[in-house]
DNA sequence: ATATACTTTCAATTGTTCCTGAAAGGAATA
DNA sequence: TATTCCTTTCAGGAACAATTGAAAGTATAT
């Protein structure tokens, strides 16, 4: 059943709207907070640059909080400022590639926050060997605790650098679609 | 310099602090509730049953709290009860293999969270399509919006492939490593 | 220099999530 | 059955996070 031509507008809000609450809670899962997450959707989705005052009507929301949120959004490197020619009004654009997003994202929170999870984890497991705490080492209740911490230590270490290789290129994509569709 | 024997006690409460702090970090990254990510940490770090009372005193959290969280993670199959014969107590013990941690979480909230929005994606792109909207399908501003609904399906899809191969045994695992050691 | 157009900041408010403690609920023992 | 010991539930309160709107800030045009 196809639309009439002049139902287009309503059918295009209508998907922009579900987007930008895709969007929302798809940043809810990578810890976004939810208006810096709608904002995002609807640039992306909408493919050209907004103002504020467009972004405000669109999403309801008021002018401060747009202007924050556009700003933590180009702290992120996820959003930029556009200039038009003969307009003071500044213009914001996302990114438009998709994995571009996602690398970028991924890279700042492994350094912001995986990175001194891993180095809590070492501290912990060195205050537990031998050289630190000589034989009590080998002998419960330490060395459980120092079996659990290298356990993890071990894991994380390795996706990590996993998740290295992966995020740090467009390379890391194209390896894995092989390691996908070569067995399988 | 060697800890004397004597102050094993409090180094080993310290460490333990320490990672229960640190597996709170943790489990905000993966959107799980402080006191919940604290209870587990304690739990995988002690390596041991602990019983409700046990918990309560170490954390200083009340029983209603370590009650409700603990349910939680019991749902979740990170932890399970375990019954002490002759004591009414129930007690707690945590997985101990990290990977079947990790697996067991993520398989779960792929599940809950990202299968649904796969699905809006999917329909906001059917929405856009030309047996949907005919020939304006191929004219601004549908073609953008389905432009990039699109580009972000195709790649989603393709990270849930690879997810699904990753998490769901620990073959995925096997593989990585291999993938990691083989070329670099 | 002044006015205008727009953006940023921030104190106050509102909204949300988390935690507590006491009361109700269950299950084992006497 | 009554008692004891332990767990769960949940209404109210505390802590935290997000939002607003108006005042201050900045830049361009006149």
Redesign the interface.
């Given at each position: 059943m196809?639309?009439r031509?002049a139902d287009?507008p309503k059918?295009?809000e209508?998907?922009?709207d579900?987007?930008v609450?895709?969007w929302n809670?798809?940043g809810?899962?990578w810890?976004i907070s939810p208006t810096m997450a709608r904002i995002h959707g609807l640039l992306?989705?909408?493919?050209?640059a907004l103002s504020m005052d467009d972004i405000m009507a669109r999403l309801a929301i008021s002018r401060g909080n747009v202007s924050m949120n556009l700003s933590k959004l180009v702290e992120w490197g996820l959003v930029r400022r556009v200039h038009k020619k003969a307009d003071r009004k500044e213009y914001y654009e996302s990114l438009?590639d998709?994995?571009e997003m996602?690398t970028l994202v991924a890279n700042q929170?492994k350094r912001r926050?995986?990175d001194?999870?891993l180095t809590?984890?070492r501290?912990?497991r060195d205050?537990?060997t031998p050289?630190?705490?000589?034989g009590?080492a080998m002998k419960e209740?330490?060395r459980?605790?120092f079996?659990?911490?290298d356990?993890?230590l071990k894991?994380l270490t390795?996706l990590d650098?996993?998740s290295q290789?992966f995020f740090e290129s467009h390379k890391g994509?194209r390896?894995?679609?092989e390691?996908?569709t070569s067995e399988?």
């Open positions: 196809k639309t031509a287009l059918l295009l209508s998907v922009e579900q987007f609450e895709l809670n798809m809810t899962l810890g992306y989705i909408s493919g050209s438009a998709v994995w996602f929170r926050e995986i001194p999870i809590t984890l501290r912990c205050e537990l050289e630190a705490i000589g009590q209740p330490a459980t605790r079996q659990r911490v356990d993890l894991l390795l650098s996993l290789r994509l390896e894995a679609v390691m996908l399988d």
